[in-house]
T-cell receptor, first 109, second 113 residues
Framework: DAKTTQPNSMESNEEEPVHLPCNHSTISGTDYIHWYRQLPSQGPEYVIHGLTSNVNNRMASLAIAEDRKSSTLILHRATLRDAAVYYCILRVGTYKYIFGTGTRLKVLA | NAGVTQTPKFQVLKTGQSMTLQCAQDMNHNSMYWYRQDPGMGLRLIYYSASEGTTDKGEVPNGYNVSRLNKREFSLRLESAAPSQTSVYFC????????????FGSGTRLTVV
């Protein structure tokens, strides 16, 4: 089954960029890479997704390696409200997505 | 507001009691999912329903049953609750199209004593 690997935790200073890595070396050719985040005491919320090309939206950017075996979520200017657990997830069946343990991001004022 | 609604938000059960967690979505999504999240852990998939009338097991289905009542509703039942089922339960839905992500509910915090 496809699997993702992320660091357990990362820290960033407020107003600085943050690069959150994810390894997904077993990804198949047609699987999208999804990123979600979970704020304290809330359900996960969608951040961004992509297939091959780098993607940008109002929340973040997603940089996908050329071989697609890894990706990086980029928060351009971290704020205290970005403190959350960030999950990189892949599809492991036609309709099934599996979450890993994610990266807990701590933002320092 | 459009989204995924879960009820109840909190529940305390005694060991051996049964209960059903309810989930409804109003986005006309095809697929629905139940996850559990234990303290300090990521989400684990319990069951999912790819479309109305179908259900399949996820990573941790033991001790649970599900019903896809119609396109909007997907319920999770604990027949005989155990302390190991103490967790936060999240329901999610998605359209089923490739690349389209989940919408999650706000969760049900369940404690089994």
């Amino acid at each position: 089954d496809a699997k993702t690997t992320q660091p357990n935790s990362m820290e960033s200073n407020e107003e600085e960029p943050v690069h959150l890595p994810c390894n997904h070396s077993t990804i198949s050719g047609t699987d999208y890479i999804h990123w979600y985040r979970q704020l304290p005491s809330q359900g996960p919320e969608y951040v961004i997704h992509g297939l091959t090309s780098n993607v940008n939206n109002r929340m973040a950017s997603l940089a996908i390696a050329e071989d697609r075996k890894s990706s990086t979520l980029i928060l351009h200017r971290a704020t205290l409200r970005d403190a959350a657990v960030y999950y990189c997830i892949l599809r492991v069946g036609t309709y099934k997505y599996i979450f890993g343990t994610g990266t807990r991001l701590k933002v320092l004022a | 507001n459009a989204g995924v609604t879960q009820t109840p938000k909190f529940q305390v059960l005694k060991t051996g009691q049964s209960m059903t967690l309810q989930c409804a979505q109003d986005m006309n999504h095809n697929s629905m999912y139940w996850y559990r999240q234990d303290p300090g852990m990521g989400l684990r998939l319990i069951y999912y329903s790819a479309s109305e009338g179908t259900t399949d097991k996820g990573e941790v289905p033991n001790g649970y049953n599900v019903s896809r009542l119609n396109k909007r509703e997907f319920s999770l039942r604990l027949e005989s609750a155990a302390p190991s089922q103490t967790s936060v339960y999240f329901c999610a839905s998605r359209t089923g199209q490739s690349g389209i992500g989940y919408t999650f509910g706000s969760g049900t915090r369940l404690t089994v004593v």
